[in-house]
Structure formats: structure tokens, C-alpha cells
């Protein structure tokens, strides 16, 4: 059940996801977060979720053209091994990824989620009380 899972932080991937993810390259900007090794979606579902494990971070894609980049580790989300791509269309747990704990947004871009205002590059946090439908990625 989620009470709060209205709480529509709808992270607009295409900045994040213009992320052009090191090796899982955005559709958009070669901009990387971090360099690194290539990003492997896993076979099994990564990440925590706080309060009995039932309550999750989660992010949507619904962007129309680009993919996101998410991780499942926010203290390590410079880390390439925490990274996945979100396709459009796709769910964190599409890729393995039962709680996602932030998204990037590359340079030159900006990511808007369904009925918040646009964010900028850089990574940002999703709490596991957020359910961010990323409406618009654009760079």
C-alpha cells in the first residue's frame, strides 16, 4: 500500500536519462556522471526499501524518446555498478530494481516530472515515498 505514493516526483529522465550513462549511452548527450565500467542491468532485484521493505522509491519513465539512468545505491551513485537504464516505457523493477534511490540528468539537459517543475543536471535523490512518472527528458 502506498498512502504517499502520490507523491509524484516524476523525475523527468530525459536530463537524467540524457545522462548518456558510461557504456548505456543516453539517446541524447554523450555527458557522463561518472566514468566507469559499463552498466549491467542484474538478474535480481537491487535495492532496499525502508519500512518493512514494502515501501519503495520508484521512477517511471514515460518519456517518449529517451532512456534514464537510476541507481539503486544513493550513497554510491557515482559508482557505475549501481547504475540501469531506464528504456521508455520502463520501471525500476523492469531492470532489476525493486527500490531506485536517484536518477542523473546530463548536462544541457532537463527532466520533468508529471506535475512538478523541470530539474537540471546533476543526480537526484528519490525517497522511498516518492513514485516519479518522468513525463519529458530534454537536452
Known amino acids: 500500500m502506498r498512502s ?20 548505456a549511452t543516453a539517446a541524447t548527450t554523450g555527458a557522463r556522471p561518472h566514468s566507469g565500467a559499463q552498466v549491467a542491468a542484474g538478474s535480481r532485484l537491487l535495492g532496499t526499501c525502508e519500512i518493512g521493505g514494502h515501501i519503495c522509491g520508484e521512477v517511471h519513465n514515460r518519456d517518449d524518446r ?3 539512468l537510476i541507481t539503486d545505491q544513493w550513497g554510491r551513485q557515482h ?13 525500476g523493477p523492469d531492470v532489476g530494481v525493486k527500490d531506485v534511490d536517484g536518477y ?3 548536462p544541457g539537459c532537463k527532466v520533468r516530472p508529471s506535475g512538478e517543475a523541470p530539474v537540471g543536471p546533476g543526480w537526484h535523490k528519490v525517497t ?6 518522468i513525463v519529458d527528458i530534454a537536452c
Open 128 to 133: 522511498n515515498i516518492q513514485n516519479i512518472q
Open 79 to 91: 559508482d557505475s555498478s549501481t547504475w540501469r537504464v531506464l528504456k521508455t516505457g520502463q520501471d
Open 66 to 68: 529517451h532512456r534514464l
Open 4 to 23: 504517499l505514493s502520490s507523491v509524484l516526483v516524476a523525475l523527468t529522465a530525459s536530463a537524467l536519462v540524457a545522462f548518456s550513462a558510461p557504456t
Open 104 to 106: 542523473w540528468v546530463a
